[in-house]
């Protein structure tokens, strides 16, 4: 079992950036592939951005290709989310997750959950 820990999260004006971590406990955090989701108010949890294990591969959703990066440090077991030219519609709370197969999209398909980490972009 793996625990994950978001933080980074915040205020910030439109245009701006913000970086999130994922920290995750217990063993073989270089096993899993890691993704990022997020979750506005009234809204299903949409997926952002996968990462493979090592680090090599990643795939994001059309909405924020370009815009963001996601990138892992295995010997700190740790997932990170660059977020640059932030927007108003970037606001939400934004979930790290666990996952055994490179490339899913639906948060079903992913195992363990951290609690979430809100950020909101003010126009």
């Known amino acids: 079992q793996v625990q994950l820990v978001e933080s980074g999260g915040g205020l910030v004006q439109a245009g701006g950036s913000l970086r999130l971590s994922c920290a995750a406990s217990?063993?073989?955090?270089?096993?899993?592939?890691m993704g990022w989701f997020r979750q506005a108010p009234g809204k299903e949890r949409e997926f952002v951005a996968c990462?493979?294990?090592?680090?090599?591969?990643?795939y994001y959703a059309d909405s924020v290709k370009g815009r963001f990066t996601v990138s892992r440090d295995n010997a700190k077991n740790t997932v990170y989310l660059q977020m640059n030219t932030l927007k108003p519609e970037d606001t939400a709370v934004y979930y790290c997750?666990?996952?055994?197969?490179?490339?899913?999209?639906?948060?079903?398909?992913?195992?363990?959950w951290g609690q979430g980490t809100q950020v909101t972009v003010s126009s």
């Open positions: 217990g063993r073989n955090f270089g096993s899993y592939v």
């Open positions: 997750a666990t996952d055994t197969v490179y490339g899913h999209t639906r948060p079903s398909e992913y195992d363990y």
């Open positions: 990462i493979n294990r090592s680090g090599r591969s990643t």
